[in-house]
């Protein structure tokens, strides 16, 4: 576990490149989204939650932002103390949700994230870089930032620096709140301001996975050929926690549960039962990774 608490007792920190050298494939990983906090209706959803991960043995825990409904500190506070009770490494990215509301426009436009800097973490690229595998989170909740988020030139620049620096065979991770390809599950949606080059980006630095959230909607899809010989699995979380799911996912709560292997990549959809108050399995994906086509 990296997180760490200052003095404060109100400070997550995670270091960089900090993972653990042994950690050899295959790796299990929770992919969570959009807790809400401040939208929980269940009372024991997020126990619920805390008790499936910690239960599936995970190495690694990916929260895709939307921590909060409100980025009130109660609501930040129950966040952090939620990362608490995660007793794996976690790597987290913001959310549309977690930047200051309009009503606060000055902190918005001056410093949109204090907040989720103070509570969950100062580092909004948190990156992992184990011998198998390479994480990196993109923030795309600014203080200008529409519906659809909106991934920067600097972001860009991040994702180059860091999976150009990552042996060939390494799975690549890539994190991000908002979306870069449109949802089958929903007719009408925005995506992310730059969608498309970004995506283009991750493909030509040969990005195997990316996970996000923001839409509410679980789903799990192969983008093919992002460029040719290259496609990326992008998995889409749920609401894990929240009332907020939307279209099919009404009042429903799902994440995904991933297991990186050698030869292939295997997406669990693990959904709440709220008679049974536990998430349980209701779809398994399986991809093939790919053969790298570099020299
Ligand atoms: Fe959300
Ligand atoms: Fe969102």
Redesign the pocket.
């Given at each position: 576990m990296e997180s760490d608490r200052s003095g404060t007792g109100a400070f997550h920190s995670v270091a960089l490149d900090s993972g653990t050298p042994e950690t050899r494939l295959p790796v299990r990983i929770g992919h969570i989204s959009?807790i809400h906090f401040g939208r929980i209706t269940d009372a024991n959803i997020v126990d619920a939650l805390v008790s499936d991960l910690e239960a599936g043995d995970l190495d690694l825990v990916i929260i895709s932002?939307?921590l909060t409904q409100r980025a009130f500190p109660g609501q930040f506070r129950a966040a952090s103390q939620f990362l608490d009770r995660i007793s794996s490494r976690w790597l987290v990215v913001p959310?549309?949700?977690d930047v200051y509301p309009w009503w606060r426009i000055r902190l918005r436009l001056t410093d949109p994230l204090r907040r989720y800097k103070k509570w969950i973490s100062e580092e909004l690229n948190q990156q992992i870089d184990w011998p198998d595998l390479s994480v990196l989170g993109i923030n795309s909740a600014h203080g200008m930032t529409i519906q659809g988020g909106r991934i920067d030139a600097s972001e860009r620049a991040s994702m180059a620096t860091f999976f150009s620096s990552v042996p060939d065979r390494t799975f690549k991770i890539l994190v991000v709140?908002h979306h870069l390809t449109s949802l089958d599950a929903l007719d009408d949606h925005d995506v992310a301001v730059n969608a498309a080059e970004t995506l283009q980006s991750a493909a030509d630095l040969d990005v195997d996975m990316i996970l996000c959230?923001?839409l509410h909607i679980s789903q799990i899809a192969h983008v093919e050929n992002v460029r040719p010989g290259h496609s990326i699995v992008v998995c889409t979380a749920g609401t894990a926690t929240s009332d907020r799911g939307r279209g099919s996912n009404k009042s429903r709560n799902f994440y995904n549960k991933i297991v990186v292997s050698n030869l292939d990549v295997e997406i669990e959809e693990r959904e709440y039962d709220a008679a049974a108050r536990r998430f349980v399995a209701t779809s398994a994906h399986t991809f093939a990774r790919q053969r790298r086509s570099g020299p």
């Open positions: 959009d932002g939307d959310g549309n949700h709140h959230g923001h």
